[in-house]
């Protein structure tokens, strides 16, 4: 752990987006601790750049970041207005804040303290969500879920490289430990896409399970946990990959379950997961796949963030760590 962490309470903070409201659950008794107003529309809980600070990104009515202290577990001060911040990165270097203006279709890079304007890239690809980070740190995939696509960027230029149709519904989109390709989850092929990331190309689609939605590494690096939401039958599970050979070695079921998006703990023993259509929250063992706790939160749970992580800085989402 990063010494800026020090003092940090390890929390786990849910984001329900229609209530308007972030949850605090304490993961070693399972328990909600505190639940809080944050903005309308909470998407998810972005941990800043430097470590310091936890940011609700709300999208409704007024659009707004939700700042939090992540020693207290609660608001570190008035939301501040920033413009359609569905989701929030930060360039490796820690000069700029990605906003992820999904309904503008825009990218905004902002000052990662004041949040002003700096500049942005308009891209020709409706639905941008999602971003990971080449292993070089030079360039970025972000997937486009109402386009089918994909769009790769440079950082220090900001130039657009290059899109990629891929069909279907991108989801989330996390780098192999290798570095070699990206995955990406697709909801509406229910699988994983594998793009490599010199070429830019699609190599290899991998079936898991209805929905294919979030992306997370073990604490190893040996696998690759994909929420699968489940579909309308609501049946969702998370699919195990070997990085290695590529191949889904294990499935866990989450009966009635809509598993979404979330984080490993930092000692990777439990795997957390936000219900979006359940409005409940799953801790699985993944050692064995058992579900250790289904716990209510608030309506419409989405980006939830386990903290703190490993890591010498953040890259955004839910804990995206270098």
Known sequence: MSPKVAGQRELVYVPNHT?????????????????YASGPGPQHVVPSWDLQTLYATNTENGWSLTPIDPK???RAGPNI?????????????????????????????????TFALQSSIKVDCPGIDHIDFSADLKTFVATCEFSGKLVKI?????????????GGKPQDIKLAPAGDVYYV???????????????????????????AHGLYASRDSKFLYISNRGGSANQGSVSVLDFATRKVVANWPIPNGTPDMGNVSADGKVFWLS???SDEVYA???????????????????????????????????????
Request: zero cysteines.
């Open 81 to 113: 207005p920033v413009d359609d911040p569905y989701n929030m990165y930060f360039t490796p270097d820690g000069s700029s804040a990605i906003v992820v203006a999904e309904a503008l279709e825009r990218l905004d890079f902002r000052d990662p303290h």
């Open 284 to 322: 699985i063992d993944t050692t064995t796949g058992k579900l250790l706790a289904r716990i209510p939160v608030g309506r419409e749970p989405h980006g939830l963030a386990v903290w703190p992580q490993p890591g010498r800085f953040s890259l955004g989402h839910t804990g995206i760590m270098r």
């Open 275 to 277: 219900g979006r259509r």
């Open 154 to 166: 440079d950082v220090a230029s900001h130039k657009i490289l290059g899109y990629l149709d891929v």
């Open 19 to 35: 209530d308007g409201t972030v949850t605090v659950i304490d993961p070693t008794t399972f328990k909600v601790i505190d639940t």
């Open 185 to 211: 989850a697709d909801m509406n092929k229910n699988g994983i896409d594998v793009i490599d990331d010199a070429t830019f190309r699609m190599i290899e689609f991998i079936p898991t399970g209805p929905e």
């Open 72 to 74: 207290t577990g609660k």
